[in-house]
Structures are given as structure tokens and as C-alpha cells.
């Protein structure tokens, strides 16, 4: 059974950081896909940054490119979500999802959140300004 665990959630004023956790078990093979999203009151679920867990490469929204990076460290099957310059509008609840193969990367489909299978219980950021 696939299991995403999510941690590292909060409060920060604008300007802060956080660092977001993604623990991820179940996996049979170490090739997958791991994204985070988001989801602010009112709007529809938006994709931030994913990742391949075997290559490495790393896909990241506009609006966060540049303040966010996103990481995996393999052996502890852990995804990082590094947050910083944070601005009010990046307040909404941070999803980790997964895919058990990172074929939706190649296609472009790194954001559409239908095409990952696995997800987290999310955890909440909020950003005061």
C-alpha cells in the first residue's frame, strides 16, 4: 500500500519560508513521480513543483519559480518542499501526490493533478502579510 505522509505546514509572515515533507512508502520501484499542490479556499487544486524520483528533473509553476524548490532524497524516500519569499497568495493547503511512474513528466503533465494516483492528507500554509 502506497502511504504519503506530508509535514512541515504553518503559519510565517510574508517574506518567510517553510520547508515542506513528503515521506513516501509502498513503492516497488524507486522510478515515480512526486508532485505537491495546492488548493486555496474557493479554487481549484493547482500544481506548485514535482519531481522524478530517478532523474531528478524538476517542473515548477511560474508563480513559484524562482522562491520554491522542490528535492528527494532517495534513500530516505523523502520529497522536500523548500518555500521562501513567501507572499500571501501562496496561503492554501499543500498536497503531496504520486505516481508510480514518472511517464506524466515526459507527456507535460507534470500539474494536472488527474493523472497522479496516490496523495497525502495535506497540510495548511498560511502566509500573513
Known amino acids: 500500500e502506497v502511504q504519503l505522509v506530508e509535514s512541515g505546514g504553518g503559519l510565517v509572515q510574508a517574506g518567510g519560508s517553510l520547508r515542506l515533507s513528503c515521506t513516501v512508502s509502498?513503492?516497488?520501484?524507486?522510478?515515480?513521480?512526486i508532485g505537491w499542490f495546492r488548493q486555496a479556499p474557493g479554487k481549484g487544486r493547482e500544481g506548485v513543483a514535482s519531481?522524478?524520483?530517478?532523474?531528478?528533473?524538476?517542473y515548477y509553476a511560474d508563480s513559484v519559480r524562482g522562491r520554491f524548490a522542490i528535492s528527494s532524497d532517495n534513500a530516505k524516500k523523502t520529497v522536500i518542499l523548500q518555500m521562501n519569499s513567501l507572499k500571501p497568495e501562496d496561503t492554501a493547503i499543500y498536497y503531496c501526490?504520486?505516481?508510480?511512474?514518472?511517464?506524466?513528466?515526459?507527456?507535460?503533465?507534470?500539474?494536472?493533478?488527474?493523472?497522479?494516483?496516490?496523495w497525502g492528507q495535506g497540510t495548511q500554509v498560511t502566509v500573513s502579510s
Open positions: 501526490a504520486a505516481d508510480s511512474s514518472r511517464v506524466l513528466l515526459l507527456l507535460g503533465l507534470w500539474d494536472n493533478w488527474e493523472e497522479y494516483d496516490y
Open positions: 509502498g513503492f516497488t520501484s524507486d522510478d515515480y513521480a
Open positions: 519531481i522524478g524520483s530517478s532523474d531528478g528533473r524538476t
